[in-house]
């Protein structure tokens, strides 16, 4: 009897912890869903938050056929963003999605975003999907 039960426990510890490895798996970006949008969105803003101006700017959607002198101005842009934010609230420490509203192949994913002062802000990021890539207005 005692060893049935210990047995019992250990499938139900199993069972517990493969449910909650599958809920917590990180979502197809090569999809058309409000999980890879929330996701998609989350690891863009964090783009800012590490200072890569450069990988941000690249997920503009026009950016592939911007030309060269527009798209240096548009890091230099971002690069100020980030550096004034550093500056007035101790930088972006954390980025986390809070909702979305997909539309077509549009959405808009809310993002909570914390920064270094202890201050948060809730901002909204506009997303397509084009070629199995989300890209931002």
Known sequence: MRLFRRQTYLVLFFLAVWVCG???RKPRTDELSDASACYVAEIYYGYLKD????????FVGS???MPEGYRTQMVDLMKQYVANLQRKKGGILEVQAAGDTIFGNEAQVFLDVLYGDSSSERVDMLLYFENKQWRMH
Do not use: F, I, L, R
């Open 22 to 24: 599958s809920c917590h």
């Open 51 to 58: 200072g890569k101006a450069e990988e941000y700017v690249s």
């Open 63 to 65: 950016q592939d056929s």
